[in-house]
């Protein structure tokens, strides 16, 4: 997998549907036991809910699961996991609380309400771009610190923490595509003079959100930094 899609943080949104209120909770999960946490919590915080709809993605074992929780057979699981995969999402677990107003929808109508709620509850999330890369521990004399802070590229690298000790110490997320070259780079400006340690692979989102550009739009902007745009 080069990349993938998840949220960064808990979202929800809400809307009513003749007479029938819609609230969905999205959050980010990794397993199947934080997708069950997430769902049990929400219906302990609604029980006097008439359904409580779940669908959930995962990476893990490409897994997807889904509820009607009593709703008519494919009228509200799986319109929240089919917005799911439309919108390239994983990681993520969608819960649909429905308070029943008295008013039958019908299967078209719950279908639009369930999806819908979806939707609008992805439009309050902060969408992330997770890209691969790798944890970088990197360790050289003081005299050094100017060459290296200056060889660090402004893109594909995200600098978690320096210390300055006996020696200087920085730990690093270098993207995947450019490891080679800076691993290679840095070797041959501090004439071997470095110590790196490189760990196992992770993904992390490169592009945070950007200060004056609305939410909706958020995920849009990353995708085109993301882009490749080499013929």
């Keep these: 997998m080069t990349e993938y899609r998840t949220i960064a943080a808990p979202a929800t949104a809400s809307f ?15 397993t199947a036991e934080e997708a069950v946490s997430v769902i049990e919590t ?5 029980r006097r809910a008439r359904h409580n709809v779940y669908a ?22 799986m319109p929240v996991l089919d917005v799911l995969q439309k919108k390239e999402l994983t990681d993520i677990c969608c819960v649909v609380t429905r308070y029943f107003g008295g008013v039958l929808l019908g299967s078209n109508g719950l279908v639009r309400a369930y999806s819908h709620s979806t939707s609008l509850a992805i439009e309050q999330a902060k969408v992330q771009i997770m890209l691969p890369c790798y944890p970088v521990s ?35 997320l270098v993207r995947d595509t450019i490891l080679p070259e800076l ?29 004056g550009i609305p939410e909706k739009f958020q995920s849009l902007f990353r995708i085109f930094l993301c882009a490749d745009f080499r013929a």
């Design 56 to 77: 959930y993605l995962l990476r893990e074992g490409n897994a997807s699961r889904y509820s009607d929780d009593g709703e008519p057979q494919g009228t509200a699981g």
């Design 183 to 211: 691993q290679k780079q840095l070797i041959d400006l501090t004439g071997n003079q470095i110590q790196l340690q490189i760990g196992d692979k992770e993904y992390a989102d490169f592009f945070p959100a950007v200060t």
């Design 16 to 30: 009513v549907e003749k007479k029938s209120e819609f609230i969905a909770y999205l959050a980010p999960v990794r």
């Design 42 to 46: 929400v219906r302990k915080n609604h």
């Design 138 to 172: 990197l360790q050289a004399d003081y005299s050094l610190y100017g060459k290296i802070a200056y060889a660090l590229p402004k893109t594909d690298l995200i600098q978690k923490n320096v210390t300055f000790e006996d020696q200087v110490r920085m730990k690093l």
